[in-house]
């Protein structure tokens, strides 16, 4: 026993008086107190250099994760290997990052750049599971970092790092929506995509990000059409459900026309004999007539989809065959739907869970498509293993089901199940009888006597069920049925149940003239026991007493006045209210006597008898399949189901023109070979054919096989005419030799493009001349600000002294909107680097506008703009004219509050509005600040740490001048250069216009070896840009 304490000294101390006694031991640690040394060999094991430990360690952390188990606190332990070489120890690393990168936000930050190595990782998973880590650390600081990766990575190699770009964009949009306009390139860049790895996934960041932009779909509606069958089950489901929008807003709807056929089908198709009879003539009116009348013809389109998805019907997943199912429900014409419904009943063979789900689609469905579920109505009936909330929507569907020919089987089937011992089953399938009894008239008489029956049932719920249907079914024919409400009455004693007792009370009320006698005995019974009675009896009991006291004043005026006296003293002040408000309509007094003389015709007023509906009949307004379909409630994201179109909007917008490359390698094909690409067989070649042109032929089969797979417009064979304007367009081409490749390549398609028409031809070569005319222009005025800026920067002779405090100016002009664009009006603009009048805590930026249109442009100013949060601008005054050939420039201010984000907004004419963005370099965030070299020191040794920023460079012998050094450090950064005493570096300060960080900038240009720039700013995002942007200028 004394070896013990020696033990506890050597290992820390043992537990002073009080304090609880933790065990040293390993083997006793997991007795006293987990916590204690808790993972010490895995932390060991992860800080050792042997790969092998490592690997183990992460397998057992991975698994502890995989369990269940909290493994947070190995987070530091575990980050640090994210630089370890070995490829599957840095896999495991990574899935536990994503796991725990969230919860540890801080850790994960610091290892921030080794994540944005792992971007530029060979292997494609490292790169992906990078990508991943980096969009679970939810802090807006990194979102320009975010930004950047995802664009990267959207154009990466591989497919299966694309895909991750895509599940890491609404990411990103949920941690800052002001990222959208960048996020929908991306999303449109990887729409194009031809994998179907990542066509689920694009897609469903489009539903997340911009489920509006229609537009996007078009060019890539046939290509997601013909991948849908190829896409894994997961991302069938998203396309399916978007798809499903997408028709809606674009096809017409193919049930339009059909009741046509049903108002008068023998004049709609053959006419009548009197039409025949009134001459030619009346054909011409009658065709005028009815232009509405016109058959439906399904657009290629619309088929493709419903061809398409058709097979996905088979699939093993009950996901996607309910998405196939909700999309013919909603698309496909009334002769088509029925094919959903064998599928639909296969699924109910599935777990109880998609039983639920497919059971309330069905329940939707089977109200207006009756017939399409009538054959299997077998399918639906009710086994006693079925959980309760099942066995509620197969009778739901049966109910919906029955009909004059299978009454008599569906309620032999309910039948049976009155004598179930689940009594909510018991419930509504009484209720279905009554819905049954509605609908179909000629078994009313026999639903009301099996109901009737069931009033002598041992079961107080069974009865009280039986009277709240009785009570519906009696209003539809109460003269007929006195005896049954005599029936109801005597049953008051014995039934406790509130929602019966107040249905018994209704009906002897309202029809009280049916029962004169038993009446007054009901209510004298009632008035007894009125204080235990429910607040739902007792309301009703004040009805029985007012109806009587109009109708039976003599028997039960004394009644009624006790009834009201005690009532007017109830607990609960409806009952209070209603007692007084009925003592003042049915007893006359001086005051109220005008309301009492219409007494009778406000309490004995005919009542229709109420309509027993399904509760699923409302619910085909939400897309079947969706939760809020599931919950009868518009859940959070859901999109809207638009209605169909009055007229088909242009379906041209879906074609696909076919790539260049395609075209012009082929033709040269058939150029060497001189014989025609494809036969008169489509292509078929022949076996007289060498072994080279069969090659040629297999290769131009297998291009044309997958552009149309694509959704690609076919190449056509090309006729001799049209080889002829091909030569010629070349002849054309090789005069033209000072045309830049983008001219020469849009003026081959123009010119390659086939015709149908002259008229087509001479605008389409009249085009073409402008094309080819314009970026010629362009290249000039391009060409002659460059050559002035250039100009510009090269000074004689050492810069004034102010140059400390206004560095000159940035980047020269920036298009803001091209002449074609505005239809003649050309916007350019610039950063003046100039404080801002109106607030100086905004960028002065001048708009330079001209006219090169033949007409005036008037009403030039700022429409209003839909700014991100904190971003706000200042309208330069409208300007009211601008003639033709005139040029004019306007001052506008930006506060961009300190960040890259775009400022959109409208330039409004006074017949036109332009969506226009200006998005700002990151030195133009900041104006330039005079200080000595100590308090630069100073400032300097304040920010360190998280807010320094180093990058090594190598300079070119071209930029080791100061002057050179300074130029291109001012121009890309609105900064002012600080005296430094070392003739090798050069410093540099500002503050931003926001907020009024400092922003220090360090360039140690040594004469041997690399270069080292340094920023220090408590704004960490803008100087990791200012790094980038200043080592591109200076390395370029």
């Known amino acids: 026993m004394s070896a013990a304490p020696a033990y506890g000294e050597d290992k820390g101390g043992s537990a002073g008086p009080g304090e609880p006694e933790y065990g040293h031991d390993p083997a006793s640690g997991g007795i006293f107190s987990s916590d204690y040394k808790r993972h010490d060999d895995l932390k060991e094991m992860l800080d050792t250099n042997k790969d092998s430990l490592k690997l183990e360690a992460m397998k057992r952390i991975v698994a502890m994760i995989a369990r269940g188990k909290n493994a947070s606190d190995l987070f530091p332990a575990v980050v640090k290997n994210v630089a370890c070489k070995n490829i599957e120890v840095k896999k495991l690393v990574y899935v536990y990052l994503v796991r725990y990168a969230e919860e540890q936000q801080d850790l994960a930050l610091l290892s921030i750049s080794t994540f944005q190595r792992g971007l530029k990782d060979p292997n494609q998973l490292i790169r992906a599971s990078a990508l991943r880590v980096l969009s679970s650390i939810r802090v807006p600081i990194i979102v320009p970092i975010m930004m950047l990766a995802i664009k990267e990575a959207a154009s990466d190699m591989s497919p299966y790092v694309r895909k991750t770009a895509a599940h890491a964009i609404p990411k990103l949009y949920s941690l800052d929506s002001d990222q959208k306009d960048q996020l929908i390139e991306v999303i449109e860049k990887l729409l194009a995509d031809k994998t179907t790895l990542v066509a689920g996934s694009v897609v469903m960041a489009f539903e997340e990000v911009c489920p509006e932009r229609i537009d996007l779909i078009h060019k890539n509606y046939r290509k997601l059409c013909n991948l849908l069958i190829d896409v894994e089950e ?16 674009q096809f017409l709807s193919p049930t339009q026309n059909e009741s046509l056929l049903e108002e008068n089908p023998e004049k709609a198709f053959y006419g009548s004999e009197e039409d025949e009879a009134k001459g030619p003539g009346s054909e011409e009116a009658a065709t005028t007539a009815l ?5 439906y013809v399904m657009d290629p389109d619309h088929r493709l989809l419903l061809r398409n998805t058709k097979p996905l019907l088979q699939s ?35 777990h109880s869970e998609v039983q639920y789900v497919v059971l309330q689609n069905v329940a939707t469905m089977s109200i207006k498509r009756r017939g399409m579920f009538e054959p299997y109505l077998k399918s639906f009936y009710i086994r006693s293993t079925d959980p309760t909330q099942i066995k509620i929507l197969k009778l739901e569907v049966l109910t919906n089901l029955a009909s004059e020919t299978n009454i008599p089987t569906v309620l032999r089937e309910f039948q049976t199940y009155i004598r179930s011992m689940d009594k909510d089953f018991v419930a509504a399938t009484i209720q279905a009888i009554g819905r049954c009894a509605t609908n179909i008239g ?3 008489d026999t639903c009301l006597n099996g109901l009737v029956q069931l009033l002598s049932n041992r079961d107080e719920l069974v009865v009280a069920e039986s009277v709240v249907v009785i009570k519906k079914l009696l209003q539809m024919q109460p003269a007929q049925h006195g005896e049954i409400i005599k029936h109801l009455a005597k049953l008051t004693d014995s039934i406790q149940v509130p929602m019966a007792r107040a249905s018994i009370l209704w009906l002897i009320g309202e029809y009280c003239e049916h029962v004169p006698k038993i009446a007054p005995d009901v209510l004298r019974k009632m008035a007894k026991s009125f204080t235990a009675e429910e607040d739902i009896v007792k309301l009703q009991v004040i009805n029985l007493a007012a109806k009587l006291y109009l109708t039976n004043s003599k028997q039960t005026k004394l009644l009624t006045q006790y009834v009201l006296s005690l009532a007017k003293y109830d ?5 209070r209210d209603r007692a007084r408000f009925t003592r003042q309509l049915i007893v006359p007094s001086e005051q109220g006597g005008a309301l009492s003389r219409h007494a009778k015709k406000l309490f004995l007023a005919p009542k229709p008898a109420p309509v027993l509906e399904s509760s699923f009949k409302d619910r085909d307004h939400f897309q079947l399949g969706s939760l809020s379909h599931l919950l009868n409630a518009k859940a959070t994201g859901y999109q809207e189901l638009p209605d169909w179109p009055e007229e ?8 696909v023109e076919v790539p260049e490359w395609t075209k012009c390698s082929n033709r040269e094909k058939r150029k060497e070979k001189e014989k025609p690409f494809y036969s008169d067989s489509e292509g078929e070649s022949g076996p007289t054919e060498s072994a080279d042109s069969g090659e040629i032929s297999r290769a131009g089969d297998s291009v044309q096989g997958e552009v149309s797979r694509l959704g690609l417009s076919p190449i056509c064979p090309i006729s001799s005419s049209e080889q002829s304007e091909e030569e010629g367009g070349k002849r054309k081409m090789k005069k033209r030799k000072k045309v830049t490749e983008a001219q020469g390549d849009a003026s081959s398609s123009d010119e390659g493009s086939d015709s149908s028409s002259s008229s087509s031809e001479s605008e389409r070569t009249s085009e073409t001349e402008e094309e080819q005319v314009e970026p010629a222009s362009w290249r000039k005025k391009t060409d002659k600000a460059g050559t002035g800026s250039l100009l510009a920067h090269f000074h004689t002779g050492p810069p004034p002294p102010l140059q400390l405090l206004s560095p000159g100016s940035g980047a020269g002009r920036q298009e803001l909107l091209h002449r074609v664009a505005g239809e003649g009006l050309a916007v350019d603009y610039t950063f003046s680097r100039q404080p ?6 905004m960028v002065s930026v001048h708009i330079h506008f001209s006219n090169s249109s033949d007409t005036p442009i008037k009403g030039l100013h700022v429409g209003t703009p839909k700014l991100p949060a904190g971003i706000s601008i200042q309208e330069f005054p409208e300007i009211e004219s601008l003639a033709p050939g005139e040029s004019t420039t306007a001052v506008m201010g930006i506060n961009f509050c300190d960040s890259t984000q775009a400022a959109n907004f409208q330039l409004c004419t006074q017949t036109r509005q332009f969506y226009v963005s200006i998005q700002p370099p990151v030195g133009e965030l900041m104006a330039p600040v005079f200080m000595s070299e100590n308090e630069f020191k100073k400032e300097q040794g304040k920010l360190t740490g998280m807010s320094e920023i180093t990058e090594k460079l190598t300079l070119p012998d071209g ?5 050179i050094v300074v130029q291109k450090v001012t121009t890309v950064a609105n900064l002012g250069r600080v005296p430094c005493g070392a003739s090798d570096e050069y410093r540099f300060a500002g503050r931003t216009l926001t907020s009024g960080s400092l922003v220090l900038l360090t360039l140690d240009a040594r004469p041997t070896g690399a270069a080292q720039l340094t920023v220090n700013s408590e704004k960490m995002v803008i100087g990791t840009m200012l790094v980038k942007d200043v080592v591109q200028a200076l390395t370029q």
């Open 836 to 841: 801002f009048s109106g607030d100086p805590h």
């Open 571 to 575: 607990q609960n002040y409806d009952i």
């Open 291 to 295: 232009p509405a009348r016109k058959p």
């Open 648 to 655: 088909a909007p242009d379906p041209s917008v879906r074609n």
């Open 442 to 444: 000629r078994v009313r």
């Open 959 to 963: 930029c080791r001048s100061d002057h």
């Open 316 to 350: 093993r997943s009950a996901a996607v065959v309910m998405a196939v199912a909700q999309l013919y429900f909603h698309l496909a014409p009334k002769a088509e739907v029925g094919v959903i419904a064998k599928a639909l009943v296969r699924l109910l063979r599935s």
């Open 234 to 249: 997961w991302g069938q489901v998203v396309i399916i459900s978007m798809l499903t929008r997408y028709a809606r807003t």
